[in-house]
């Protein structure tokens, strides 16, 4: 059957997972512009923007023939555990003939999910995808490693521009892989493609370091928040995310605790402003923001949706932490003009590095 | 004898006659703050993120009007679950946490504890835990107030129960639903007053307390997913159980500005009020007043009404 899925985190292992079962996969369209004003046009006025784009990818990919869209539930009390139904519900009233396998908890309805699985791995042993899945994994090993080591050279490169080229041909030569021997093979090569880029050096205590924290979709994916990462470095500044895809996968898919151990931490962190788990990411990006603090970071910008229900709890919580560190909040949708937040943003940076160099002359 | 302020915001309207029964029986003295005005709303304004939905806006201007009084403590329970498998808004679940950051002058004077049970009724003695330790009372003493509460709680939802069946069997003038959480619908400021204006217009409507819980969970049912917010699944049933049985002439929604549940509930209704070809009227509020609008925008869908049911098309 032809099956299609969100554009959300590890595409690529969705899609190779998805092919080794037999299944004829549709690749969703990167959002763009089109995808927006799809979504946009369908979705309740006051849904929130990760859902408008979904509903968009949803669209595209029904025009492209799409038969199943398979997707993950939720039990709240974030919105996007409803996703879901809501698009099931417009997809079928636009007239579109689709199915949808929406992931819950195996915990509350156990017969739903094996049944639900049964269809999704195609009765094949589901154990059969294991080699797949560890090569993915590698593959998001590595692409993780790349994304965070550009974040701290483009801000430095002598040619504008040369960290993109490279990044591009990284991508591609990576997307080409098929195996864990190839992975390892090019991940040497593209590591000294980046080795090559000549950078000028500035002191260590001149340089500007800002993380970027918030709800996982926004902050995740560039095509929706401006490519916030590369504004920045485009500044001068060097970035961090609070999420990464690797880190989603280990907290959220591996069984082992070992590998949570990280997000554990981050979550005590915020758990002392937010007491209880209010759903979405808002305890991690409390905690994240008390982290980049106390890792010395000069400043933190807070991305999240319009209206988002538990982020606007975090961003009230910024009134305290902005004593120790700034924070800049901006809320994404479709309206986010350009202009506008690179004007923010500019601004923030030269805050920061004012803010940066009184601190060193008074030291 | 000291003196709990309690804010007369969000779930106050659902829940006062229980949380100022239990108070009053430990022996405080309970101070509700005045009904919202203007300048409550700037108030809280002043002290919430802009993109927060109004009444989570004018609960911290409650807040801080009672902060200014002598009160010993503000009571702001954390709602966290009433039935299994459901739970509450984030920004309910995350209150005290906001209005702590938010507010100035919050810390002293916080009273909080988590209700967490698993019926609409609260008076679970498991859930007050903490409230029992910071205020430092006895259980057999707290368990008697909860009694008393309990009691007040429940005739006070018996009387809504019996006005909905009442409303129900005035067959002839055109009967509204009209659904919304209780304090957008129930606030004056708010909702500027619709109750009342429907009244005067001779409308009879029924709200989503005034339906049996039984009536209201058959309907969320029969849905492939429940929605996981409490309240919301009271409005979504409540209106389902009035589209579905024809009990209604039209159904008016009205809901906050930027509100998360209600952005997906109210596309719900859209479709199955479409459907079951219903008339429907979405109604936003928010912190800005503008009485006009409203007025006309109800007028003309209840004239419509008219139209309709005397079965004069124009």
């Known amino acids: ?363 | 004898m000291k003196k709990i302020g309690i804010p007369h915001a969000l779930l106050y309207w659902y829940y006062v006659p229980f949380f100022r029964t239990l108070f009053e029986e430990l022996g405080y003295e309970v101070v509700i703050s005045k009904e919202t005005t203007k300048n409550i709303v700037n108030e809280g304004i002043k002290y919430s993120v802009p993109e927060l939905c109004a009444p989570i806006k004018i609960h911290n201007g409650h807040v801080s009007t009672l902060l200014d009084t002598d009160v010993d403590y503000v009571f702001i329970p954390r709602f966290v679950s009433l039935r299994k498998y459901e739970v509450f808004c984030p920004k309910f679940m995350g209150l005290p946490d906001l209005s702590l950051h938010s507010i100035p002058n919050m810390e002293k004077k916080m009273l909080t504890c988590d209700i967490q049970v698993r019926k609409e009724n609260i008076a679970d003695i498991q859930t007050y835990q903490s409230l029992m330790e910071t205020l430092g009372i006895e259980k057999k003493q707290f368990r008697r107030a909860l009694k008393a509460a309990e009691q007040e709680w429940t005739a006070s939802r018996r009387e809504s129960l019996s006005r909905g069946r009442e409303s129900l069997n005035k067959k002839d003038s055109i009967h509204i639903g009209l659904m919304g959480y209780v304090y957008n619908v129930y606030d004056k400021y708010l909702s500027m007053d619709i109750t009342k204006k429907l009244e005067d217009m001779g409308i009879v409507f029924t709200t989503f307390e005034m339906i049996e819980e039984k009536d209201i969970y058959a309907e969320t049912a029969k849905l492939d997913k429940e929605l996981f917010w409490t309240f919301s699944n009271k409005v979504l049933g409540a209106g389902l159980h009035l589209i579905h049985n024809n009990l209604i002439d039209g159904l008016i929604h009205i809901t906050a500005f930027g509100c998360g549940p209600d952005s997906f509930l109210g596309k719900i209704f859209e479709i199955e009020s479409g459907e079951a070809e219903i008339p429907f009227l979405t109604i936003r509020i928010d912190e800005h007043s503008g009485e006009n609008h409203l007025i006309t925008r109800v007028e003309a869908f209840v004239d419509m009404l008219k139209r309709k049911k005397s079965g004069v098309f124009i």
């Not at chain 1, 591609?172 to 992975?183: V, Y």
């Open chain 1, 1 to 363: 059957m032809k099956i299609s899925f969100p554009y959300m985190g590890p595409v690529i292992l969705y899609q190779k997972i998805l092919e080794k079962f037999g299944h004829e996969v549709v690749m969703p369209i990167r959002p763009n512009k089109t995808t927006f004003d799809l979504g946009v046009k369908n979705s309740p006025e006051y849904a929130c923007f990760p859902f408008k784009v979904l509903m968009g990818t949803y669209i595209q990919s029904c025009e492209r023939g799409v038969e199943v869209i398979g997707t993950s539930g939720g039990h709240g009390p974030c919105r996007a555990g409803y996703y879901g139904e809501i698009h099931k519900r417009i997809l079928k009233q636009m007239g579109y003939d689709v199915e949808f396998i929406i992931f819950d908890s195996v915990f509350r309805d156990s017969k739903k999910f094996w049944g639900q699985l049964k269809r999704i791995t195609n009765h094949h042993n589901i154990f059969q995808a294991i080699p797949t899945f560890i090569y993915c994994y590698k593959l998001l090993q590595t692409i993780d490693h790349f994304e965070k080591r550009i974040t701290r050279i483009r801000p430095y490169e002598l040619v504008k521009g040369s960290v993109d080229d490279a990044w591009d041909k990284i991508n591609r030569i990576l997307s080409q892989t098929n195996n864990k021997e190839e992975l390892f093979r090019d991940t040497e090569i593209c590591n000294k493609m980046l080795d090559s880029i000549e950078t000028f050096t500035i002191p260590e205590e001149e340089k500007l370091r800002i993380g970027i924290v918030g709800e996982i979709y926004v902050v995740m994916e560039p095509s929706v928040n401006g490519n916030i990462e590369k504004k920045l470095n485009d500044l001068g500044c060097e970035t961090l995310r609070s999420q990464y895809l690797l880190e989603w996968v280990d907290y959220h898919i591996l069984p082992t605790k070992s590998k949570k151990q990280h997000e554990l931490d981050i979550i005590k962190k915020g758990s002392e402003y937010i007491k209880l788990n209010i759903g979405g990411h808002a305890q991690q990006t409390v905690g994240s923001m008390v982290d980049f603090y106390e890792r010395n970071y000069d400043g933190v910008i807070h991305l999240m949706p319009f209206s988002c229900l538990p982020e606007l709890v975090s961003q009230s919580i910024t009134n305290t932490l902005s004593k120790k560190i700034p924070i800049m909040t901006l809320s994404l949708d479709e309206q986010s003009g350009e202009a506008n937040n690179q004007t923010r943003i500019e601004a923030f940076v030269d805050l920061l590095r004012n803010r940066k160099m009184k601190k060193s002359r008074t030291a």
